[in-house]
């Protein structure tokens, strides 16, 4: 089972050249999340995957397996989830000791600045949302995750600033935020924000 939790994750950052294999990855990532959210939720209210290492999760998931009454497939999908989504470039600190500045690419720049409608950076963030399976945890457009709000008009509710600084550091509006810091750029940030925006329109 390590092996394929492994060929998983491998295949969700493998890029242009293992596209369909990232795809896979990004529909057993997202799957895991909602079957976190839904059963996990039920009795540890989604404790956040920082909590715990790959090996930990590796344990407590077959523990849990039959208490929750998880298929086989269901479990390898939480497990996936977790892993793929635990590795949080702050937690560095308290695990090494050692402080890790935050990388140049993901200072935050201009947080204030317009949204970009550029077809190109849209479709970036699209894609940029499917493989960090943001769809597990949250609704954009009409499908998605409950686990976290919904990303509908999250632009236009709380400001596109909010956005990118939420996305560049989950917990810096709420310390106890279950989103990982899944280490994007300010690029990607951008990216990310312009799909998002194009929603603005949905409830």
Request: charged share 15%; glycine share 10%; proline share 4%.
């Amino acid at each position: 089972m390590r092996t394929l939790i492994a060929v998983v994750v491998a295949g969700l950052v493998a890029g242009s050249a293992g596209t369909t294999t990232a795809q896979s990855a990004a529909s057993q990532i997202s799957r895991g999340a909602e079957v976190y959210g839904a059963t996990c939720g039920r009795c540890h209210q989604a404790r956040s995957p920082l909590e715990r290492t790959d090996r930990e999760w590796i344990t407590i998931a077959n523990h849990m397996r039959v208490r929750a009454n998880l298929t086989g497939g269901q479990m390898r999908a939480v497990i996936a989830f977790l892993q793929a989504t635990n590795n949080d470039p702050a937690r560095a600190v308290s695990v090494t000791g050692r402080e890790m500045p935050m990388p140049a690419e993901q200072q935050p720049q201009d947080l204030e600045g317009p949204v970009s409608t550029d077809a190109e950076r849209i479709e970036e963030g699209r894609q940029l949302t499917t493989q960090n399976a943001c769809l597990g945890c949250h609704v954009i457009g009409d499908a998605g995750g409950n686990v976290g709000p919904s990303l509908n008009n999250v632009v236009q509710r709380k400001g596109a600033a909010f956005v990118r600084q939420k996305m560049l550091n989950p917990t810096f509006d709420n310390a106890t935020s279950m989103m990982p810091n899944f280490g994007l750029t300010n690029d990607q940030v951008e990216a990310i924000t312009a799909y998002l925006a194009t929603f603005n329109g949905s409830e």
